[in-house]
């Protein structure tokens, strides 16, 4: 239930409780990408309520709705601003006052901007010397007066992801604005913004019901879209689309791949969502399955659907913008375009088999890592001798193994089917592994050497994929330090960052014997630099690994003082990293631990003292 009363100052600063009017904001605009859409309504949102906490507009509740034609806002608003004191300060004296103490432009000047009489005017004393001050009480103005001024500056300051110009206007949103609604209790809030006048209209569905859908109240907002065949309310959508594909799961005796991320992004496709069955030829079901699912997926926002024992079935669901009146016509253009991406896929699929993936090696020499490291292949190589260094100290019975694996690991890149489809590599590389003939811990470690891909992934299942993973992983990560290409602020194009709490989990589940210095050092050899260089860039390199295993170990609640300690010393063994956060943590709170403390400090300094002194052989 909305709340609609807020407390304000009345005669005497007694408390007046009144009730908020009703403000809806909708942008309308050509189809904006659906990545962009919750981005666009978060960022509305955000400036908007800032906006109201510095101008002291009381605000309640806030209905946020979107779909690709519009962001729109629903809040609870005060009829006015708050009456505010406000202290304000100006030119110093020296440049309000000339030397007979009279007034100069700058203090008239100021004076005029506060609306009070120069007389008022007083001195402040600061850190920088004296300076003209005022302070006045600022009646608050009406909620609307002050929306009709500065929504227009809300909207053309939106800081979006991604924007674009259109016509001869300085404006940029994400695609050219077409409307604006703008009300306050269901009166029009005027303005004008790249000459579109706010008004109390809306539009229907595009091609279900393109005409003006005038917003008489408020609350009949979300009512009279759905009746123009638009479902302005994301989580309802997202439900409609959950229940629709549940329906048709019964019906085909199938069941759609769970899929969160593609579910979130064909609610953002639509207005008016309806799911629609569509089928293709067996003889497609030969592909292999995540080829198959990322053809339905990354291409056509299509879930693919199995059966009960997890095998692919030759239908998907598609997500129509449209009514089921047309769903037959929806199908079979659905059907006739995957057939055709399907078809692609194959042709690739089968194409790539003319070669073994260990041939595909050679082509690498003509694919760029970058510009100043070499090829891929080169990349190959340096990840190779890696292996064999890891594997020497892990398990070395798997170093010839570790050093194949990571020679074939890049080679999928210049196949047709990972040219097509490049969130596939690894996955295409393990499977041309296997049809070649490759042992099946080699294959396996192709696709797992990119794991973990992001935060919480799954880290690689055999020892194989987990040398190979910490070698390319390292090799990126010593790359491109050495090309002083380090990660800054929130600025990291190469994901070192996140390769990096990678190797940290991935050693800190094996029984790697050294430490992540030695394996730094190794990643280092392979690039050609100066033995100075080489230490300089070890230490860069710590430095950055101590930092991303100090977040990990403070968010797993460990105290930052004592990580602190352990991490000073840039020895990052990680095994024994833990037993010394768990030693000292241990000691930290024994009651003894504040006298340990002392003493040890009173040993340091007595020995910092006499560090000069010569020794005596009598004693």
Known sequence: MRSRLYETAGRNGISVVKKMKSLLIEIG?????????????????????????????????????????????????????????????????????DKDGNPTKAATGFARSLGIDVSELTIRETDKGDYVSATVEKKGSPTIDVLSEELPKIISSLKLPKSMRWGDSSLRYFRPIQWILATLDNKVIPFELNGIKSGDVSYGHRFLSPKAVKIKESGSYLSLLKKNHVIADCNERKNMISKGIKEIESLAGCRAIEDEELLETVTNLVEHPTPVLGNFEDKYLSLPKELLITVMRSHQKYFAMEDAEGNMASSFIAISNMNTAINDTVKRGSERVLRARLEDARFYFIDDQKNKLWD????LKNVTFQEKLGSVYDKAERISSLSAHIADRLNPALKEKAQRASMLCKADLVTGAVGEFPELQGYMGMTYANISGEESDVATAINEHYMPRFAGDSLPSEEIGTIVSLSDKLDNIASFFYLDMIPSGSEDPFALRRQAAGIIHILRTTDYPDSLNSLIEASLKGLETSEEKRTELTNCILRFFAQRLEGILILEGHSYDVVNAVLSTLVLNLKDIEQRISIISELKNNPTFPAMVVAAKRVYNILQEDQDSEVNESL
């Open 360 to 363: 595909l090696i050679e082509e």
């Open 29 to 97: 605009s050509e189809e904006i990408p659906a990545r962009f859409v919750p981005k666009g309504l978060e960022l509305l949102k955000a400036d908007l309520t800032k906006f109201f906490d510095e101008s002291s507009i009381s605000y309640g509740t806030i209905s946020e709705y979107a779909t690709p034609r519009r962001l729109a806002l629903l809040i609870d608003v005060a009829e006015k601003q708050e009456d505010r004191t406000i202290s304000s300060t100006g030119p110093s004296k020296k440049a309000a006052y």
